[in-house]
């Protein structure tokens, strides 16, 4: 019976993940892209939560689903209807079917690989004690196994705060001035 | 591990990819484009909580952790790019940004 529910639950984050994706894609408004993104990750971090990554579930939510959608929707309200695609003249072109053309290709590369290669071992999960994924277990090995990559992706963020705050004065004193010319 | 096999977590992760390139590919606008390529890393993470999961150790989790950093860190150089566009008046079409001039 549990096990029926997990796939009860397991089906429908499924079909939320991958009907939002498209409604991220196929959204002419961003506005609506990014409302349906967090939709998308919500899901996911249910399936993150069925694969036992609790710490990762909680992070997704609250990093992506808060932290990186309201800056994208800061954006988005700031730049107002100017970030709407302009309609496409006339039918498909050849860039749409070509890109339809090389996701298709990506789909069946990554399953043939999988299958091909892969097959015989994705059978037999590993037994897990119940601390796996917690954010002790993981806050351990952060601290022992992966301190480098721990301190580097510190440095990354440093980096990428420092970037935002010059690519935005920039863009400020461009503007002011463009407003003195004018 | 109750539910679904590995197997069925490869074919959403690589039809969620697929639809993430898609969106690169077929989309104009870069803030779409962003939050496209949102969604590809987001399947690779997926996929790496997965294997976690399959091989019984957190390693993955940490390596989908940093990947979420990373993923932050590239929304805000993306969106500074943006903000500054938009600031200078140009339109938000990356088949018209030929040139990356300051």
């Given amino acids: 019976m549990a096990n029926f529910l997990v796939w009860v639950v397991w089906f429908v984050a499924a079909f939320a993940c991958l009907a939002s994706a498209l409604a991220v894609v196929s959204f002419r408004n961003p506005f609506y892209s990014a409302l349906a993104l967090i939709g998308n990750l919500a899901s996911l971090a249910v399936l993150f939560l069925l694969l036992s990554g609790e710490f990762v579930a909680a992070g997704q939510v609250l990093v992506y ?114 407003d003195a010319r004018a | 591990m109750r539910g679904p096999d590995i197997q069925w977590y490869v074919v959403l992760s690589a039809l969620l990819f697929t639809t993430g390139a898609l969106g690169v590919l077929l989309r104009r606008s870069p803030l779409i484009i962003l939050l496209s390529v949102e969604i590809m890393l987001n399947s690779a993470n997926l996929l790496l909580i997965a294997f976690s999961r399959l091989h019984g150790r957190e390693d993955g989790q940490i390596f989908a952790i940093s990947v979420m950093a990373v993923a932050a860190s590239e929304v805000v150089v993306g969106l500074g790019l943006i903000v500054a566009l938009g600031r200078r008046h140009i339109e938000l079409d990356v088949d018209k940004l030929r040139t990356l001039r300051g």
Avoid at chain 1, 106 to 117: Q, S, Y
């Fill in chain 1, 65 to 178: 689903g808060g932290a990186v959608m309201v800056m994208f929707l800061f954006v988005i309200a700031y730049l107002g209807d100017r970030t709407e695609d302009s309609p496409r003249s006339g039918g498909p072109s050849w860039q749409v079917v070509g890109a339809v053309l090389a996701g298709g290709a990506i789909l069946a590369e990554v399953i043939v690989v999988v299958g091909l290669t892969a097959g015989g071992f994705l059978s037999k999960p590993q037994q897990i004690t119940r601390g796996f994924g917690s954010p002790e277990a993981i806050g351990r090995l952060f601290l022992t196994d992966h301190l480098l990559a721990f301190e580097v992706t510190s440095i990354v963020l440093l980096v990428a705060a420092v970037g935002g705050v010059v690519l935005g004065s920039h863009a400020r004193q461009l503007e002011s001035s463009g």
